[in-house]
């Protein structure tokens, strides 16, 4: 049963994302969006995924909202820190800097939300994944020790997706 689930929605995160990004889309919620959205999930991870290495194994949904909230709240504050380094500090007193940032994730759509969180909370940026998907390459505005952001990387939100993605 379990596999017949997993051949008709080979990626249920996906499927449930694309239901709630249609229904938002619409910008109402009825039966008929989201039954349409439902079939855009169903077809739409169906179709693309030869191109998909593996299925997602297991995923914590109420981990997942928590962790979104989180992110949400992290981006918040970013933005009121950027502003304030932006507003307050001439470029020459910034420090940048590159922060590789060893992986001890290995599926790719737990790496995929994370280059995704770093990206999305201003002042940091992921750059590049190695070829192996062993460790991630972060830029992040104002960096005094790269240590500390590379730490606060995998404490923060690493050990998170962890525990999200089993």
């Known amino acids: 049963m379990k ?18 990004v249609w229904t938002l889309l619409q910008n109402e919620v009825s039966p008929g969006m989201v039954v349409f959205g439902l079939i855009l999930g169903i077809i739409i991870p169906w179709s693309t995924s030869v191109w998909w290495p593996d299925t997602p194994r297991g995923f914590r949904l109420g981990r997942m909202a928590m962790y979104s909230i989180m992110v949400v709240w992290d981006i918040m504050v970013a933005n009121v820190q950027v502003a304030w380094i932006v507003l307050t500090r001439p470029n020459s007193s910034l420090r ?3 922060v590789v ?3 001890d994730l290995k599926q790719p759509e737990a790496i995929t939300v994370l280059a995704g969180t770093i990206t999305l909370t201003p002042g940091t940026v992921s750059a590049d994944l190695s070829d192996e998907g062993h460790s991630l390459l972060v830029h992040a505005l104002d960096c ?3 240590d ?6 995998k404490e923060r939100y690493e050990r998170r997706l962890k525990e999200i993605f089993v």
Do not use: G
């Open 3 to 20: 596999r017949a689930f997993y051949w008709l929605v080979p990626h249920p995160f996906v499927t449930l994302i694309l239901i709630v």
């Open 101 to 103: 940032v060893p992986l």
């Open 144 to 146: 005094p020790d790269p």
């Open 148 to 153: 500390a952001v590379r730490d606060d990387i």
């Open 96 to 98: 940048p800097a590159w």
